[in-house]
């Protein structure tokens, strides 16, 4: 059977009219043992290491993408150029989706949602969700403000250490969830919230299902079940509430800012109440990490660097002095604070690792002059946008104006843009991100009020100790242990410099 299958995709891949990409396994023997290094790497927080040594078995035909063979039908392509990744993002968009795979591992949690569903079914959600990301709604930033005042309330006296990204991801929860549901889970007050709890366990659980790939069905899902279970009981009396309210009483709430939430929007257009749950999971998930996580590592890097917290600060004093609120229109006006969220998006996307399914059978270009890569329907592009902003060859020569691309420099973007698809932080295409601003408005927001408030920072972690820890969003191993300091306190210690 074996011989079989594997002559079939063989005989799959030359009729294509491609090759293979150069292989790092061919049978499910070397390949056991490279899914056994990939997870003692994700779990060591070296998979980002670990990812790039792959590309050393790669060819100058084809030097930054590698294949794994598993079973005859099973088929990996792992890949950090920015060709491809434009490939399966846009140009080849309909060859290329989630799959029916992801979507079988990922229904239990996300249901028929935009995250897990391509075609039809996608396009309807996309539909329906992207209204409440026009400008208008996110321009209206009292929902930032009520998590912001509430963090900073969370935050302890001038000098003592905090772990800002717990406080950061407890933020963002409760910020995404008053956006969706027009009610906070709090978690910020309440730490120890039943449905915080479930929601963590529940994501951490769905990661190793997807991780395990074949193994997935010897996973214990008691808590994973009890946690879903705990997520819809939170979230279905809201539902029920929204479903109670006339059509038209809907209508005359999408008119007024006040009051209207992404669950009203949607309410708008189905009374599915399985939809609308599914719609709401999946925006809470892509919602609430990333951006926490993006702003810890903001912190992380600024502590790092004293010098250019300053200049962030004194932008941000001259935009709206200590207190004012600043409006949607002073965030945009703030260019060192832009370049700050884009280099720190540069060397940390918050999706560091993605995949998508081959939807037919199609190719993926290689070097001119050279034939492509034949990918067979069913096989998977796993790409990365962490290892492909990493590449140092992407970038112009390290200089006086263009500080070595390992290195934090909010400053490189003054003179320079990067070059289409070797940036994309949000993807691209059709599926690109759709609460782009949405995040960086909550991110800039955030912020500007901290910075107001205090003048100074310091870290108080291990710097040594510290790793990029890639589950679906990446975020810093030990959390991001800081002082923050009131204007007139005085600093002790000095930061250390280290690279990730
Ligand atoms: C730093 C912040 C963020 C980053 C870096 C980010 C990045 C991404 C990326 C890379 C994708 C593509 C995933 C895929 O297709 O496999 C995505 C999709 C998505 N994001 Fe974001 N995201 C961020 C924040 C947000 C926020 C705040 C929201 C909503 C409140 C959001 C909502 C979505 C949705 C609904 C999708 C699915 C789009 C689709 O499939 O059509 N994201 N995001």
Same mark, same amino acid.
């Given at each position: 059977?074996?011989?079989?299958?594997?002559?079939?995709?063989?005989?799959?891949?030359?009729?294509?009219?491609?090759?293979?990409?150069?292989?790092?396994?061919?049978?499910? =023997?070397?390949?056991?043992?490279?899914?056994?290094?990939?997870?003692?790497?994700?779990?060591?927080?070296?998979?980002?290491?670990?990812?790039?040594?792959?590309?050393?078995?790669?060819?100058?035909?084809?030097?930054?993408?590698?294949?794994?063979?598993?079973?005859?039908?099973?088929?990996?392509?792992?890949?950090?150029?920015?060709?491809?990744?434009?490939?399966?993002?846009?140009?080849?968009?309909?060859?290329?989706?989630?799959?029916?795979?992801?979507?079988?591992?990922?229904?239990?949690?996300?249901?028929?949602?935009? $995250?897990?569903?391509?075609?039809?079914?996608?396009?309807?959600?996309?539909?329906?969700?992207?209204?409440?990301?026009?400008?208008?709604?996110?321009?209206?930033?009292?929902? @930032?403000?009520?998590?912001? %005042?509430?963090?900073?309330?969370?935050? &302890?006296?001038?000098?003592?250490?905090?772990?800002? #990204?717990?406080?950061?991801?407890?933020?963002?929860?409760?910020?995404?969830?008053? @956006?969706?549901?027009?009610?906070? /889970?709090?978690?910020?007050?309440?730490?120890?919230?039943? @449905?915080?709890?479930?929601?963590?366990?529940?994501?951490?659980?769905?990661?190793?299902?997807?991780? /395990?790939?074949?193994?997935?069905?010897?996973?214990?899902?008691?808590?994973?079940?009890?946690?879903?279970?705990?997520?819809?009981?939170? #979230?279905? &009396?809201?539902?029920?509430?929204?479903?109670?309210? &006339?059509?038209?009483?809907?209508?005359?709430?999408?008119?007024?800012?006040?009051?209207?939430?992404?669950?009203?929007?949607?309410?708008?257009?189905?009374?599915?109440?399985?939809?609308?749950?599914?719609?709401?999971?999946?925006?809470?998930?892509?919602?609430?990490?990333?951006?926490?996580?993006?702003? %810890?590592?903001? $912190?992380? +890097?600024?502590?790092?660097?004293?010098?250019? @917290?300053?200049? =962030?600060?004194?932008?941000?004093?001259?935009?709206?002095?200590?207190?004012?609120?600043?409006?949607?229109?002073?965030?945009?006006?703030?260019?060192?604070?832009?370049?700050?969220?884009?280099?720190?998006?540069?060397?940390?996307?918050?999706?560091?690792?993605?995949?998508?399914?081959?939807?037919?059978?199609?190719?993926?270009?290689?070097?001119?002059?050279?034939?492509? !890569?034949?990918?067979?329907?069913?096989?998977? /592009?796993?790409?990365?946008?962490?290892?492909?902003?990493?590449?140092?060859? =992407?970038? &112009?020569?390290? %200089?006086?104006?263009?500080?070595?691309?390992?290195?934090?420099?909010? +400053?490189?973007?003054?003179?320079?843009?990067?070059?289409?698809?070797?940036?994309?932080?949000?993807?691209?295409?059709?599926?690109?991100? /759709?609460?782009?601003?949405?995040?960086?408005?909550?991110?800039?927001?955030?912020?500007?009020?901290?910075?107001?408030?205090?003048?100074?920072?310091?870290?108080?972690?291990?710097?040594?100790?510290?790793?990029?820890?890639?589950?679906?969003?990446?975020?810093?191993?030990?959390?991001?242990? !800081?002082?923050?300091?009131?204007?007139?306190?005085?600093?002790?210690?000095?930061?250390? %410099?280290?690279?990730?």
């Amino acid at each position: 059977y074996y011989v079989v299958q594997r002559a079939k995709h063989e005989l799959a891949i030359r009729k294509i009219g491609g090759v293979r990409a150069p292989s790092l396994a061919s049978n499910p =023997l070397t390949a056991a043992s490279w899914f056994f290094s990939a997870a003692r790497a994700q779990i060591r927080n070296q998979l980002l290491e670990h990812y790039t040594s792959f590309y050393d078995v790669a060819t100058p035909e084809c030097p930054d993408c590698v294949e794994i063979q598993i079973m005859p039908r099973e088929r990996y392509i792992l890949t950090r150029d920015p060709d491809h990744i434009k490939a399966v993002l846009t140009t080849q968009f309909s060859d290329f989706g989630k799959g029916p795979r992801f979507h079988d591992l990922w229904r239990p949690f996300l249901g028929d949602s935009i $995250f897990t569903t391509d075609g039809q079914l996608w396009h309807d959600s996309r539909s329906l969700i992207r209204p409440m990301f026009i400008k208008d709604r996110i321009s209206d930033l009292e929902t @930032f403000e009520k998590g912001v %005042s509430a963090l900073l309330n969370k935050l &302890p006296p001038s000098g003592q250490t905090v772990d800002i #990204m717990d406080v950061l991801y407890r933020m963002t929860l409760d910020v995404t969830t008053e @956006f969706l549901l027009g009610a906070s /889970v709090d978690s910020l007050s309440n730490p120890q919230s039943e @449905f915080a709890r479930a929601f963590n366990d529940v994501q951490r659980i769905q990661m190793m299902i997807t991780t /395990v790939g074949p193994f997935e069905a010897f996973l214990p899902r008691r808590r994973y079940n009890q946690g879903i279970q705990t997520i819809d009981r939170f #979230m279905m &009396p809201y539902i029920e509430q929204a479903l109670a309210l &006339p059509q038209d009483e809907l209508e005359k709430l999408s008119n007024s800012d006040r009051h209207f939430t992404f669950l009203h929007s949607i309410a708008r257009y189905t009374r599915d109440r399985r939809v609308l749950r599914d719609q709401i999971v999946a925006v809470l998930l892509a919602g609430r990490d990333t951006t926490a996580a993006t702003l %810890s590592w903001a $912190f992380y +890097e600024l502590s790092r660097y004293p010098d250019k @917290f300053a200049r =962030l600060r004194s932008e941000v004093i001259g935009a709206v002095g200590r207190t004012r609120t600043p409006t949607y229109a002073d965030l945009k006006d703030m260019a060192y604070l832009r370049h700050t969220l884009n280099e720190t998006l540069r060397l940390y996307p918050a999706v560091p690792y993605n995949l998508r399914s081959a939807l037919e059978d199609t190719t993926l270009p290689t070097t001119p002059g050279h034939p492509p !890569i034949s990918v067979v329907k069913g096989d998977i /592009v796993i790409y990365s946008t962490l290892a492909m902003q990493r590449r140092r060859d =992407l970038y &112009p020569p390290a %200089s006086e104006k263009f500080e070595d691309p390992a290195l934090f420099s909010p +400053e490189r973007w003054e003179g320079w843009t990067p070059k289409p698809w070797q940036y994309v932080p949000f993807n691209g295409g059709p599926r690109i991100c /759709v609460g782009q601003n949405f995040a960086m408005t909550e991110m800039a927001y955030c912020m500007v009020r901290i910075l107001q408030k205090y003048d100074r920072l310091e870290y108080r972690g291990d710097w040594h100790a510290q790793r990029h820890e890639a589950e679906v969003v990446g975020k810093p191993s030990q959390g991001v242990k !800081i002082a923050l300091y009131e204007e007139s306190t005085k600093v002790v210690g000095n930061p250390v %410099s280290l690279g990730i």
